[in-house]
Every structure is written in C-alpha cells, then in structure tokens.
C-alpha cells in the first residue's frame, strides 16, 4: 500500500509540474479530467503523439466533461477522421443550434442580433504542415486547460465563448512526420542538426497524401481536407481562427501584425490590421513576456493570398491569425543559441493559443461588431460598385463551367444561372451553360477575389502568388456588367442542382463522336481505352448529322468505330454508356462517315489514340508539389494509374515498358550522363517525354534535346545600395506567380478541344527557352503585352514579352514536351489542364512532319 501511494504521489507530482511549465501560474484544475499525460502514458514532448491518439483523447475529454463534445466533420485521403472538438458551458451547449443560427444573422444585414447576449466563436486550427507538429500537441494540452481549469474566470470564457479545436488540419503529413521523428528518436535523444531525426527524406512530412501544401488551398478547395474544413468554417463563420505553424530552428517566435501594407489582402478594411491584429498582439507579446520567450511581428510573412488559413476568415469578417514558431524537427535540436526542446516549441503555442481565447473573450463585443459591420459594408460596397454582376461560361465545356460555379457555392457566393442568352463583346453566354455573379451581396469581397484582375501593388516583394482570379485560372469567358448592359437572373445555384447528367446514348451501328472540348471527355477517354475500345481523334474539323442535325466537331474530337472493335456492338454501345455517365460527357452517335463538310470519318486525318503508359520520376531533387499536383491530376480527374518511380531506382526502370516519362520541375543531376543518355535514346526510339519548368532546363542542358535557354544578361548597374536592401531588391526581381496572356495554336495537337486561342497561362518560374527552329512547334507563346494579374518587375515582363510557354522538341522518332510553364498549378488551374492531358494522350501522334491524308 505504501509503495503504491508512492506511486501515486510521483505521478501527481509530475502531472504538477507538466501543468506548471505548460501553463500560466495560479490556475487550479478538475482532477475528474485526465491530462493528456495521464491518457497517452507520457509526458507531452516526449514523443510525437499520433493522430489517432489525439482523436481518442478528443474523444476522452467529451466522454467525461459536459464542456467538451466531439464530432468528425469528414475523413482525408488516407481515411483518417478530421475532427473538431466544441468547447463551452453545457448552458451553451444546450442551446448551440440556436447559438449558430443567431450568430450566422450577423452576416446578414436584415437580421437584428443582440449583440451583448452573444457568444463570441472562436476557431483554433493547427498542424496544416504536418512536419511542423508542436501545434497539434499543443491542441490537447488547450482543450485541457479549457475544459479543467477552474475558477470564475473559466466559468467566464466558456460562458461568454464557443471554442472549436481542430488539433489537425493535415492529419496524413502529420503522420508521416511523427512516425519518422519516433522511429529515429535516440536514447538519450540527438540535437545534432545532421542526425537523421531532423532530416525527413522525400516528400517530408509538410503535404498532404497528394503533396499539397494545404495552406494554400482554403480558395482552391482542390482537396477533401480543405472541402470539409471550409464547409465547417461556414457553419459557423467564426470571429477568431488561429493558423499555427514552425519556422527554421534559429528563428525564434512570430505572431501578427504581419508586414504592412503590401503583404496585406486588398480587399479587407483597414480595422482588421489597424485594430484588432494590434489589439490580440498586446495579449500574444504578455503571455510570452511572462515565460522569456523572445518573439517578432511586423516584418515578415503574408496575409494577402486568401488560400491562407490565416487570411480566409479576414475576408469573412473574422480574425485570421497566423503564428510561427522555431523547430525542434525533432525532439530536440541545437540551435544558433542553446537547443529547442520539443516541448518549450509546445509551450510557445499553448500559451498564445490561451492568449487568444482570453482575448476574444475580453473583446467579445468588439469582434462581433467588427463581424456585422463588415458583411454590412460589403453589401453596401457591392451595391455601390460600378460593375454590378459578373457573368461567365464556356458553351463548349459544360463541365468546367459548371466546376467553377460549384467553386463559388462552397464559398457561398451568391451565384445563379443565366436567364437569357447574353452577349458582350465578342463573348456569347447561353442559357443553361453559364452562370451570373451580383455583386450586391454580403460575399462581395470574395465576388471581388475571385474575378478581379489586379496589376499594381503597394510592395514589389511577396511570400507567395502575387495573383488568385480564379476566372483565370479556369480559363473561362467572363465578363464583368455595369448598369448599362442588362441581363437575366436566373435560379439561383445550390451544390445539388449544378449535377448535370448527360443526354442518354442512343445506340450507333457505325460510330460514336465525343467533343474532345469538355473538360471530362479526358475521363471518358481513358475509361475507353483502358477497357479495350479502340479510339481515334481528328487531326482536322469535319460536320456530320446527328439526329438528324447538322452539327460541327473541332480538333480533337474522338471517333468511336463500331466495326473496326475487338468488342461487338451491343457491348461496345455499354462501354460507351458507362463511360458517358461515368465523365458526365454526351456522346453522340452517328450512322455514316460521309461528312457533310471536313474529312470523312475513315480520313488519315483520324488517328488511333494510343493507351498511354505513364512513369513519373520523384524523390530527391523533384520539387513535391509539381509532382503531386500531377499525380493527383491524373488520380482525380481521369482515373488513370501513374507509375512513381524514385530516382535512385532509375537505373532499374525498363522505360521500354512505358509510353510516357514524366519528370516534374527539379534538379536530375543525380541521373548523371548514363541517365540523361538512356532516356534521350528511349525518346530517339519513340517514347513521348513531358518536361515541367526546371526539368526542361536540365534537359536541354544535358543535350537530351536540341533546344536553347534563352539567356539574356541585364544591364551592369553599379549603382551603389545599402546592404539592408537586400532582401527587397532581390525579392522584386522573383517571379513568385503571376498571370499572363498567351496564344495558343488551337490546330496542333496539344492544343485539341481548345476553342480560342486567347489562354491566360500562370507562371512562377525564370525559366526561358528560345523558339523552335521548326515553324511548327511553338505551341504557346505570350502575346506583346501579356500581363493579366499579378506582380511582375519591369525586367522580366520585358523577358516575357512574346516568350515561349510551350514547345515541341522533335527527338529521333520521339518527342520531348517542354511546359515551360505549369499547367497543374495547385490543383486549380483547370484552364491549362487540357494542355497536359493532350500531351498524354496525344503526344505519341505527334510527328516531325505532321501528315496528310496520304500514306503515313
């Protein structure tokens, strides 16, 4: 007995002082709820908590607190739960429905809303990066304290606050990370920078499944995680939300204000960074006063892009909140001073994730008058905005039409269809396959960031994208409407009425046409294929009846034969079917090849499309992102299988076996010159290879093809700068990401199903080639005078200016793709995808001398 009193009083005494290095002093607590301690079996620090264990202590403290009540608002790529554990007094709690409603009416201007009786509602998100882990270890010890801790001025925060803990926004690269700084943990542990704790191989733990980094995409929404954390965001449009994230290990601790001024969102009043991010940086700069930890704001990061977690709910009339703190990558790791700890990274968060709650609570009213006064404002700036409705649609690709209006409803703007058919300029809108955007509405100021193009700029240097139009980026005529042009408003969209299905196929006896312009007909394409249909394209336009119907098909258009099939008729024509239903796509069927104008459906001018085999190259040197971006590309939109296969084993890779070689942007001086020499002769033998920004660079320059870096040498300044300047003036000469007008040739075959040769093109790269010598393969190059959004230094639009962005290099009797510029940017540039699916799909009918209708 007494040795297990013993025991019993160790363990009280170390939970005592786990409590008092976490925590502020003077705070006493619930026995009744265990510590994250007490539940995991180890003291926080200690080792990197996987997510199912957070969850189950989520799950913990709702089972024995009525404070605490979780729920799992959706389930990532790898099947783990997202959850978010709600904190409040059980008086709230047993009115929280009513708390919700009530609190949604200070977004709407109609609504009276008793301000003083009000919740405030606070969001706290961590671990976006997945390798930056303090934050979600952090998240247990908050909602402990938040649901243990004793007093009246616990009873205060939980009576006057809805707390929401989401403990982890990236659950699968959190994973990953924990399981590789647990496996390599030393006893006793390693500060060393160089041991292998601290250094993650490929891909690290940062992205998502996919490769994503997910801090980029609360506008994209490319990716579940994202879908389901911005669906529950709008439930609950909170005043606070917290974004919390690691830096390098010599840096020290940031909270808000960011830089001013130029890393700031232009859409967003002044009184969210003149007040309240001073206000809530008072209470961040005391609680880390209180336990020495030195810390910095004001000079760094960027809260302009909206796809930040930090800066999304400022366009919402909440306070977004991002901090940042030195890395342990570890569990302890020497720094330029003396070594960070695991657990004092935890701390750091601990005590300003407090700092915020005891802030929102103190200024409760404030931030909910901020939140009413902005959606306010907004519909008023919407009403008096010259442009009073934006109207977009590609007639000829219903589906990527329709993907950026379901877009818009999941950021709830309101959106509607078209009335009547419209036309402006030269754009013609229809009826059913296009849509209008008003702008007097509360979302105004989303409205604006999704369709305004921006080209000046209070600062030259930026962390991220200069530009996010997302019109733009899906490639789409769009049109903004003053007062004079006069249009019809039609039913207004929801999730549920965007599905769209096809006409039903009528059976063919002699073959099938799918319009190669829908953005979805790629996925119909590779379902085809991948179940033994045979199916050509047309190199050249033709008109055929269809129901008795004269109709034109443009490039790119695929020809299903009946006959000339190793399935029969009546089982082709289900393949066929479920390959429409599957894409969302028509098909239409026709019953002769005699054209009424064009080439005849048996014409040369109609090629059989390969099955593509693709192997993709990652690992070391490969940029993450781009190779994910590809990966899910072809994963989410076609269904198609792609080999990965590391660099280290290429010299084990049979490239015979495969079609396609893609190599994302990166540095491939690992291969050396046997690689660059054995891909060069797979391609002289009639593979395709695709080439992405820096990747064309290392091919060209180790002569896998006969193309040139353009290389153009500024002008000598010597004028003399100051050292301090630095950073800015070799900021302002990066291309971080802009958006720029091209033209494209809509007759070759990377260009297929295009339907103007206007395309806005993004670029984020320095990388520039000079011309084809063929006449033939320049398949993109920017215009004159290319600038649509964005920042860019006058040196380099210069360089832009009538630059390549896509060339074919003819090799042997293969082909190298050279995208100069990314057509899978972040998941969201559906405008430039096509690009890249022609490649695969049709790149293997490329030739040096394009063909006729004669002999091959």
């Known amino acids: 007995m007494k040795k297990l009193l013993l025991v019993v009083l160790a363990l009280s005494t170390h939970v005592y002082a786990q409590n008092n290095y976490f925590f502020p002093a003077g705070v006493t607590f619930d026995p009744a709820i265990p510590t994250p301690e007490q539940f995991l079996g180890y003291s926080i620090g200690d080792w990197h908590t996987r997510h199912d264990r957070i969850v189950s202590y989520f799950q913990e403290l709702a089972s024995v607190s009525p404070k605490a009540h979780f729920q799992i608002i959706g389930y990532t790529n790898e099947r783990?739960?997202?959850?978010?554990?709600?904190?409040?007094?059980?008086?709230?709690?047993?009115?929280?429905?009513?708390?919700?409603?009530?609190?949604?009416?200070?977004?709407?201007?109609?609504?009276?809303?008793?301000?003083?009786?009000m919740p405030v509602i606070i969001t706290h998100g961590y671990n976006v990066h997945g390798n930056e882990p303090s934050s979600s270890e952090a998240a247990m010890l908050t909602a402990y304290y938040l649901v243990a801790a004793q007093g009246a001025e616990a009873e205060r925060t939980l009576k006057e606050a809805v707390i929401h803990i989401d403990p982890n926004y990236n659950p699968d690269g959190r994973d990953r990370h924990s399981n590789w700084a647990n496996m390599h943990k030393g006893f006793p542990p390693v500060a060393d920078p160089m041991d292998r704790e601290h250094n993650e191989v490929w891909p690290g733990g940062r992205f998502n499944h996919y490769w994503f980094d997910l801090n980029r995409d609360w506008l994209p929404l490319a990716h579940v995680e994202s879908q389901n954390r911005v669906a529950f965001f709008h439930q609950w449009l909170p005043n606070v939300c917290t974004d919390y994230h690691e830096m390098g290990t010599n840096a020290t601790n940031f909270f808000e204000p960011t830089k001013p001024y130029g890393s700031e969102n232009p859409v967003v009043p002044r009184a969210n960074?003149?007040?309240?991010?001073?206000?809530?940086?008072?209470?961040?700069?005391?609680?880390?006063?209180?336990?020495?930890?030195?810390?910095?704001?004001?000079?760094?990061f960027d809260n302009s892009y909206p796809g930040y977690g930090s800066t999304y709910p400022d366009i919402h009339g909440g306070l977004g909140l991002v901090f940042e703190q030195a890395s342990s990558r570890g569990h302890v790791q020497k720094s330029s001073t003396k070594e960070v700890t695991f657990a004092f990274t935890i701390r750091n968060h601990v005590r300003t994730s407090l700092a915020t709650v005891k802030a929102g609570v103190e200024n409760r009213e404030l931030l909910l008058k901020h939140q009413q006064e902005y959606f306010k404002s907004a519909l008023d700036d919407g009403r008096k905005s010259a442009v009073k409705a934006y109207v977009f649609g590609d007639?000829?690709?219903?589906?990527?039409?329709?993907?950026?209006?379901?877009?818009?409803?999941?950021?709830?703007?309101?959106t509607y269809q078209l009335g009547a058919d419209l036309t402006v300029g030269s754009n013609r809108y229809e009826k059913g396959k296009a849509f209008v955007v008003t702008t007097d509405q509360t979302q105004y100021r989303m409205v604006r960031s999704m369709f305004e193009k921006v080209t000046s700029f209070h600062d030259s240097v930026f962390y991220d994208a200069s530009t996010w139009t997302m019109a733009l980026a899906y490639g789409l005529p769009h049109d903004a409407l003053n007062a004079t042009v006069k249009f019809s408003k039609g039913e207004r969209v929801t999730e549920a009425n965007l599905t769209l299905a096809p006409p039903p196929v009528a059976q063919s006896n002699y073959a099938y046409l799918i319009e190669w312009n829908e953005y979805n007909a790629a996925r119909a394409l590779y379902y085809l294929l991948a179940k033994g249909v045979f199916v050509k394209t047309t190199f050249k336009p033709f008109t055929a009846t269809v129901n008795t119907t004269k109709k034109n098909f443009g490039y790119g258009t695929l020809v299903i034969p009946v006959v000339d099939q190793n399935l029969n008729?009546?089982?082709?024509?289900?393949?066929?079917?479920?390959?429409?239903?599957?894409?969302?796509v028509e098909v239409h069927p026709v019953a002769t090849g005699f054209s009424l104008e064009g080439v005849d459906l048996g014409s040369n001018n109609i090629r059989t499309v390969p099955q593509p085999k693709v192997v993709m190259l990652i690992g070391d040197g490969v940029a993450a992102t781009d190779a994910g971006a590809l990966w899910y590309l072809l994963d989410s939109k076609i269904n198609m299988p792609i080999t990965k296969v590391n660099t280290s084993q290429f010299g084990q890779l049979r490239l015979h076996e495969y079609?396609?070689?893609?190599?994302?942007?990166?540095?491939?001086?690992?291969?050396?010159?046997?690689?660059?020499?054995?891909?060069?002769?797979?391609?002289?033998?009639?593979?395709?290879?695709?080439?992405?920004?820096?990747?064309?660079?290392?091919?060209?320059?180790?002569?896998?093809?006969?193309e040139q870096l353009r290389k153009e040498e500024e002008a000598k300044n010597n004028k003399r700068l100051d050292y301090v300047t630095t950073a800015d003036y070799q900021g302002?000469?990066?291309?971080?990401?802009s958006i720029y007008k091209a033209n494209l040739d809509i007759t070759h075959p990377l260009g297929f199903g295009y339907t103007s040769r206007e395309l806005p093109v993004w670029r984020n790269t320095?990388?520039?080639?000079?011309?084809?010598k063929s006449q033939f393969n320049t398949v993109i190059k920017y215009t004159a005078n290319p600038l649509l959004s964005g920042y860019i230094h006058p040196t380099n639009l210069e360089k832009i200016k009538n630059s390549v962005s896509l060339q074919v290099s003819n090799v042997g009797q293969g082909r190298a793709i050279l995208f100069v510029?990314?057509?899978?940017?972040?998941?969201?540039?559906?405008?430039?995808?096509?690009?890249?699916?022609?490649?695969?799909?049709?790149?293997?009918?490329?030739?040096?001398?394009?063909?006729?209708?004669?002999?091959?």
């Open 80 to 117: 783990r739960p997202q959850v978010v554990l709600t904190i409040t007094s059980p008086e709230n709690y047993a009115r929280i429905e009513d708390i919700r409603k009530e609190h949604l009416k200070l977004a709407d201007p109609s609504q009276s809303v008793n301000i003083a009786a």
């Open 395 to 414: 007639s000829k690709d219903v589906s990527r039409t329709r993907a950026f209006a379901d877009l818009l409803v999941k950021h709830k703007i309101e």
């Open 659 to 706: 079609t396609t070689l893609l190599l994302p942007s990166g540095n491939y001086t690992a291969l050396g010159e046997s690689g660059a020499a054995k891909i060069k002769t797979w391609v002289q033998q009639g593979g395709t290879l695709i080439l992405l920004k820096n990747a064309v660079t290392w091919a060209i320059n180790n002569k896998v093809v006969e």
């Open 273 to 300: 960074y003149d007040v309240l991010n001073p206000l809530f940086a008072k209470y961040f700069s005391k609680a880390l006063d209180e336990i020495g930890s030195l810390y910095f704001s004001k000079e760094a």
């Open 569 to 584: 008729a009546n089982e082709l024509f289900l393949v066929v079917k479920e390959a429409s239903t599957l894409a969302g």
């Open 821 to 856: 510029d990314d057509p899978a940017f972040r998941g969201y540039w559906y405008g430039t995808n096509k690009l890249f699916f022609n490649a695969l799909f049709f790149g293997g009918l490329i030739t040096s001398g394009g063909f006729g209708g004669g002999e091959e």
């Open 766 to 772: 320095s990388v520039f080639i000079e011309p084809s």
């Open 732 to 737: 302002s000469r990066a291309i971080g990401g």
